[in-house]
């Protein structure tokens, strides 16, 4: 089992440019989500996701749009990066709620907006 | 808003040494999640627990609804442990998770 796919690992980017951060699972989980870690600050929940063809905001969803066409994907877009975006990105999935099952983690993707 | 703290903000011990790390939080909750995150910046989770206490080798995990805190200990602890330790809390029945920043621990050989 793969787990959790992040892709890219890295990237640039100039402000205004848009992306797409791929999350991939193989696990048959029910619940996606999107986080950015930022230093000297706690995780924070973007965006997530109960099961394909529902998604919700988080936190700070700002900035960012997601769809969940399949189980088994989860991608993040930026619509027009800012500076403000630079971060660390993590994806992470369960079978089911997150008050009933544990997280599995992507390796994290950072991403920097000049 | 539910506020999650950590403390202590960081941590140094000898290798050996029995070793606690806190988290407190403001609402009531559905369940609360340990994870480590090491250096090369994976997140493990580590447990997962809604009451009582869970135990996996030298990690023991314990939470006090009432009290609204909860504290990971870390028995005979070993270089390998060095990492950020995560508190994260659902509260209600929904689907989000409030982080706190994390402890850095640190232990020394």
């Known amino acids: 089992n793969a787990g959790v796919t992040q892709t890219p690992k890295f990237q640039v980017l100039k402000t205004g440019q848009s992306m797409t951060l791929q999350c991939a699972q193989d696990?048959?989980?029910?619940?996606m989500s999107w986080y950015r870690q930022d230093p000297g600050m706690g995780l924070r929940l973007i965006h997530y996701s109960v099961g394909a063809g529902i998604t919700d905001q988080g936190e700070v969803p700002n900035g960012y749009n997601v769809s969940r066409s399949t189980t088994e994907d989860f991608p993040l877009r930026l619509l027009s990066a800012a500076p403000s975006q630079t971060s660390v990105y993590f994806c992470?999935?369960?079978?089911?709620?997150?008050?009933?099952?544990?997280?599995?983690f992507g390796a994290g993707s950072r991403l920097t907006v000049l | 808003k539910n506020e999650v703290e950590q403390s202590p903000q960081n941590l140094t011990a000898q290798e050996g040494e029995f070793i606690t790390i806190n988290c407190s939080y403001s609402v009531g909750i559905s369940a609360l999640h340990w994870l480590q995150q090491h250096p090369g910046g994976g997140i493990v989770s580590l447990f997962m627990?809604?009451?009582g206490k869970k135990k996996h080798g030298r990690l023991i995990a314990t939470i006090n609804i009432q009290e609204k805190h909860s504290s990971l200990h870390i028995t005979a602890s070993h270089p390998r442990d060095s990492a950020v330790y995560i508190c994260a809390v659902n509260a209600g029945a929904n689907s989000k998770l409030t982080f706190g920043k994390g402890i850095t621990l640190s232990v020394r050989p």
């Open positions: 696990m048959n989980h029910e619940y």
């Open positions: 627990l809604s009451s």
């Open positions: 992470a999935s369960s079978y089911g709620r997150v008050w009933a099952n544990v997280l599995t």
